[in-house]
T-cell receptor
Framework: DQQVKQNSPSLSVQEGRISILNCDYT??????FLWYKKYPAEGPTFLIS?????DKNEDGRFTVFLNKSAKHLSLHIVPSQPGDSAVYFC???????????FGTGTRLQVFP | EAQVTQNPRYLITVTGKKLTVTCSQN?????MSWYRQDPGLGLRQIYY???????DKGDVPEGYKVSRKEKRNFPLILESPSPNQTSLYFC???????????FGPGTRLLVL
């Protein structure tokens, strides 16, 4: 059973516009959420995170929103740049474990 | 430079031939972990280690072994590889299980 779901396998956005990547989770014990970015032939790199005590965290062009009641989080990238083209994984962790549960990933393509 | 290294980066082998994928980190991290990435399944944790001589199973440990004799190294051992272990493998490390994980570049394994 997939506890962390990214229902859109791919997303295509024009440069300068907003990219919105979505993630849903089922486990109400998750209290910490992360987004990782992965380029081809490289390992995932940490992008941004959010604790369940917050509903928004911002870092430059990247903002993560958390809606606990809907068990949904989203990553907003604005403005999108061609260098943002990558696979984005959302991940979640519950307070009583050190395990990270990853989603299946969304491939973002930003075109000029 | 702080990094997680994996060797080899690419490996083709045959069913039943024992192999080891090495992982090393130079950040004095206590927590290390192995993941496999498969299409449509995202990243799934195989084994993790909280510290030297402390290892535990992740979500998909069958067919794998690990050891943590030194803090910096966390090798992944496939005693008798099978074709369903063909995958992209990532090693990761962090200060603790609660901290952000840093990933290695990945090892692509093909078992014939």
């Amino acid at each position: 059973d997939q506890q962390v779901k990214q229902n859109s396998p791919s997303l295509s956005v024009q440069e300068g516009r907003i990219s919105i990547l979505n993630c849903d989770y089922t486990n109400s014990m998750f209290d910490y959420f992360l987004w990782y970015k992965k380029y081809p032939a490289e390992g995932p790199t940490f992008l941004i995170s959010i604790s369940s005590i917050k509903d928004k965290n911002e870092d430059g062009r990247f903002t993560v929103f958390l809606n606990k009641s809907a068990k949904h989080l989203s990553l907003h990238i604005v403005p999108s740049q061609p260098g943002d083209s990558a696979v984005y994984f959302c991940a979640a962790r519950s307070y009583n474990t050190d395990k990270l549960i990853f989603g299946t990933g969304t491939r973002l393509q930003v075109f000029p | 430079e702080a990094q997680v290294t994996q060797n080899p980066r690419y490996l083709i082998t045959v069913t039943g031939k024992k192999l080891t994928v090495t992982c090393s980190q130079n950040m004095n991290h206590e927590y290390m972990s192995w993941y496999r990435q498969d299409p449509g399944l995202g990243l799934r944790q195989i084994y993790y280690s909280m510290n030297v001589e402390v290892t535990d199973k992740g979500d998909v440990p069958e067919g794998y072994k690990v050891s943590r004799k030194e803090k910096r190294n966390f090798p992944l051992i496939l005693e008798s590889p099978s074709p369903n272990q063909t995958s992209l493998y990532f090693c990761a490390s962090s200060l603790s299980g609660e901290e952000t994980q840093y990933f290695g570049p990945g090892t692509r394994l093909l078992v014939l």
